[in-house]
């Protein structure tokens, strides 16, 4: 896929690690993003030993399993070799796409075994040069979230995809506030950068309500992403601001109404219109 070439809203579903480790979870979100009309579902992978900052290893956190330490906690909800099998197979019966944000280089030489249809650079590894080239050498499609980011840091990722790959970059707007407060949601950006860049745009939204990915779509991004969830109450930082089934049921109905209500670029005397005409004009 060429996100360039897309000409519907592409829909990917962040289960991210809302599946706490539970591979049945995963399954029933992959579930609710097809029944959903969803396009895709987006898994985040790390090598925790790599991404964990030594400081953090071992601090002992609560848990739903109990006390551990950081490190052990964040192997507890990375799924291996066997979950993702089994997702790539599951994906291919549905069907739906899927994808991950990979965190490190590990991760992305791991996921590169399997046919997926793009990498996903996340917020945090934006500034990550050495990951950025190392995802271009895959030739596979490249989104990068914005989160966190200077414009210059924007342009320098953008600058190092563009030398080093086929493929134009999906270029995310996004904020990295889990929610976003309203007042910092500032969606003029989606202008910015489609007017910065020669390159298709979308929108990381982690927003807790509809509104602000409908209006996103209104203002011609190629692709929306939100973090989805089984429940609000379930246990993880990322619950509260995803989608519930519901909602996504509803924001991708409400993407297709845009997409009507939007219409054309060009202004004629419409079907519905032809009646009236002939009835009220008098020249």
């Given amino acids: 896929m060429r996100f360039e070439e897309l000409t519907h809203p592409y829909f990917i ?5 809302n599946h706490n480790g539970d591979i049945q979870i ?3 979100l992959m579930d609710a993003a097809f029944a959903c009309n969803w396009d895709c579902v987006k898994f985040q992978k790390r ?15 609560d848990t ?26 599951y994906a291919q019966r549905k069907p739906i796409d899927w994808s991950v944000s990979v965190w ?11 046919n ?35 414009i210059s840091e924007i342009d320098k990722a953008v600058e190092i995809i563009l030398s080093n790959s086929d493929c134009k970059p999906l270029i995310m707007h ?29 929108y990381s939204g982690h927003e807790d309500d509809l509104m602000p990915s409908s209006i996103a779509i209104s203002l011609g991004v190629k692709v929306v992403e939100r973090h989805i969830t089984l429940s609000h109450e379930l246990w993880g930082t990322d619950q509260k ?9 509803m924001l991708k109905k409400r993407s297709d109404d845009i997409e009507i209500i939007l219409g054309s670029y060009e202004k004629t005397v419409t079907k519905s219109e032809l009646p009236i005409r002939e009835k009220l004009r008098k020249l």
Avoid at 241 to 249: N, Q, R, T, V
Wanted: proline share 7%; glycine share 6%; with cysteine.
């Fill in 13 to 17: 579903g962040e289960i991210g690690i």
């Fill in 26 to 28: 995963a399954k029933k």
């Fill in 47 to 61: 090598n925790p030993d790599v991404c964990v900052p030594e400081k953090q290893k071992g601090v002992i956190r």
């Fill in 64 to 89: 739903p399993w109990g006390q551990m330490t950081y490190l052990d906690y964040k192997y507890k909800v990375e799924f291996g070799k066997e979950e993702y099998d089994f997702i790539s197979e």
């Fill in 104 to 114: 490190d280089i590990d991760s992305l030489k791991f996921i590169s075994e399997y």
């Fill in 116 to 150: 997926v249809p793009f990498i996903k650079i996340p917020s945090s590894h934006i500034t990550n040069n050495e990951l950025i080239l190392e995802v271009c050498k895959t030739n596979l499609p490249i989104a990068i979230s914005t989160g966190m980011s200077t």
């Fill in 174 to 202: 996004c904020n990295s506030s889990y929610p976003t407060p309203r007042d910092e949601m500032n969606l003029r950006n989606i202008i910015t950068l489609q007017d910065r860049y020669d390159c298709p745009i979308g």
């Fill in 241 to 249: 601001s995803s989608l519930e089934i519901m909602g996504m049921d």
